[in-house]
């Protein structure tokens, strides 16, 4: 699936299943619960936090995929074609950091 026919599925599924888009602030809000909740998994699977007995069925990829979906909701809201904005920052993220990364000493 490309990131244009992500956008259009979910907005297909919000308009038929949904029923409608929670508005800007709203879906801003989830956006950070659920980035939150990634968060959470990452502290516990790769950091020093430890998981309690209510964490166990956690699942990270199922945590990105919600993260996803907000973004893309919010970006259907607000006009953004995401295929063409991940283009334009690949190519300000290439031509800013061409060299800087390559000649970054913490990096070798």
């Not at 809201?77 to 993220?93: S, V």
């Amino acid at each position: 699936m490309t990131i244009t026919e992500a956008q259009q599925t979910v907005d297909q599924w919000i308009k038929t299943t949904g029923v409608r888009y929670f508005n800007e602030l709203t879906n801003t809000a989830i956006l950070m619960e659920e980035v939150g909740e990634v968060a959470r998994i990452m502290a516990r699977k790769y950091g020093e936090q430890s998981f309690k007995k209510s964490d166990e069925e956690v699942n990270l990829a199922d945590e990105m995929a919600d993260v996803l979906f907000v973004l893309i909701c919010l970006a259907n809201q607000t006009g953004i074609d995401l295929h063409e904005a991940l283009q334009k920052n690949l190519e300000k993220k290439t031509k800013r950091d061409s060299e800087r990364h390559k000649n970054n000493e913490k990096l070798k």
